[in-house]
Structures are given as C-alpha cells and as structure tokens.
C-alpha cells in the first residue's frame, strides 16, 4: 500500500490544505547566508557592495535545530533526534522553571517578541516540544526560545491535536531505535470566489501538485493574520507539517502530515492528515532526506496506527 495522496476541503478562513538529520551533518549556529550561485558573481556586478540576503539562522540546541525565518519571525523548520532514552525526564527537571524568552542571539531588528504574543489570541506553539527535551534543564529551557515558536490556535489544536500528535511521535521510539521529526510552518493558498474564499477540493498529487476541478479561471490567495505589539509582523502559519523517519535495523519508514492551525475533533484520524512527501517540500521550499533512496522508504501508517490520543 502506497502513501495516499490528500484529499482536503478549504473552508472560509483558512481550514483545510490539506533533513532528516544526516549522520554526516554537523549544524552550527550561523547568521551567514546560504547561497546556491547559478553563475559566477564578477567583481563589478551588484554583489560588490554586499548580498542583502536572505540570511538563514541555523541553531544548534541541546534537544533541537532550528532554521529560523527573519522576515516572518517564525522557524522554517525545527528538527529533533529523538530515541527512548533521550526523552526520559532527569531529576529536578521542571517545566514550571521554564519561560517564553527572545531569542537574544538574533538581532533586535529580526526577533519576536514574548510581548507579540500578549493578547493576541494565539498560543506561542513549540515546534521541538518541551516534552522532548525535558532530560535536562538547559534543553528544556532552549524549547521555550521564541525561535522555536509560531502562533498556533490554542484549544483543539496547541493545547490538544497538536500535542497528541507530538506525543504519538514520542511514542514511536518504543519501537523504533531512532525517530527524527521535522516541524515547521505552511502558507497555502484558498480559492477565491465572487463572494470571497470559498470551499474547493484540493488534491496533493504525488509530486506535490495542487490540482483541483474548478475551471481555468479560478483564483487562488494566501491569506494569513500577523500578530505583533507595536508593529505587527509575526506572521500566523495556516497549516503546519510534520515530517517523519524512522529507523530500525537499517530500515527507514517514512511519514509526512499537513495539519490545519485550527481545531481539530481529537478523534480525527492521523492518516486523515498524510501527504505525499513532496507535497510539502512543493509547498515549503524544502528538501528532505536528499542523501537517502527515498524509494525504500516503508510508509508509516502501513507499519503503526496512525491514532493520537
């Protein structure tokens, strides 16, 4: 049985859309760009006087990595190793100890703010949980940088669904020696209408391809909140994803989850959410798992059951 492509109605107001850490791959913190060059820049051309970037912050945490996005002052992707002894809880440890911080290594002019969040009617959503991270202080502590942060809705998704699931990925390592988890967020479009965003049946095909039946001349738009205290500018995803490897006596099974940011009936199937991998690196810009043959990979929701509780 093949990994099923995604059958999801867009509601009005944004309802439903819907690298592996390589064992060579080191990753440091770094505010240097990461550039893909396609010619050679020559000494007088624009680039003389400084690339303007985008610049990407890559953190390496005690428990996590995180890619961080500057302009919408949310991650790109946040990626965790986890095993069955690594999430255990070490003495003392307390999430009552923890706080919501600024990412103080970021500049000023780029950050979020724990004040952007301040009656802003979202949760500050963990993207590496707290949970995973709780073998030691430091690490726990680290989740609650605002560079591991995007707004989420708060009941039936951060304080529910959203944690089920990232409780169901824990779970995992019972029976798998190593679960890597990448998280991050999503802006997908709505179709629009005559009377505005309008219900529409969208398919993900197995290459990441939006294809729909409504006629050629349908249009479609991102729409999406920011919050912020004086100047509004974090950005408020409309879906997110969670990608999953897992590995067992040199096996990899591979699972990839579009969620919705809204509520979510606790009792909704997992695999309700299940994509095509390439239909969230279609969507995100990224690329998972290039250094592995992907055509191996076994799909999760045939080998466990794909139920949060």
Not at 122 to 148: E, K, V
Not at 300 to 308: E, N, P, T
């Amino acid at each position: 049985m093949g990994i099923p492509t995604l059958q999801i109605s867009w509601l009005t107001g944004g309802f439903f859309l819907g690298m592996f850490f390589m064992y060579n791959l080191i990753p440091v913190r770094t505010h240097v760009q990461t550039r893909h060059l396609h010619s050679r820049a020559e000494e007088n051309s624009i680039l003389k006087f400084g690339n303007p970037g985008p610049v990407v912050d890559l953190f390496e945490r005690t428990a996590y990595t995180a890619s961080y996005n500057r302009k919408d002052r949310i991650p790109h992707w946040v990626g965790e190793h986890l095993t069955e002894q690594g999430i255990i809880k070490g003495e003392g440890v307390s999430r009552d100890k923890s706080s919501f911080k600024d990412d103080k290594e970021l500049p000023a002019l780029f950050r979020a703010y724990t004040k952007d969040y301040t009656l802003s009617g979202y949760d500050r959503g963990h993207m590496a949980p707290a949970a995973d991270a709780s073998a030691t202080q430091a690490g726990l502590d680290q989740t609650f940088l605002l560079s591991n942060i995007a707004p989420q809705v708060g009941a039936g998704f951060n304080r529910q669904y959203w944690a089920y699931f990232e409780a169901f990925c824990r779970d995992m390592t019972k029976n798998y020696t190593d679960v890597f988890v990448y998280s991050g967020p999503l802006f997908l479009p709505q179709l629009v209408t005559s009377s505005g965003l309008a219900n529409a049946t969208i398919e993900f095909t197995k290459e990441g391809v939006i294809k729909t039946t409504k006629s050629n001349q349908s249009k479609y738009r991102i729409e999406y909140n920011v919050i912020g205290d004086t100047s509004p500018n974090v950005a408020v995803p409309t879906h997110f994803f969670k990608v999953l490897l897992l590995v067992k006596d040199n096996q990899y099974t591979m699972g990839a989850f579009v969620l919705p940011n809204q509520e979510i009936a606790n009792k909704t199937p997992l695999d309700q959410f299940q994509v095509d991998l390439q239909a969230v690196e279609k969507a995100s810009g990224l690329l998972f798992f290039e250094k592995l043959d992907r055509k191996t990979f076994l799909n999760l929701c045939d080998m466990v059951s794909c139920i949060v509780k």
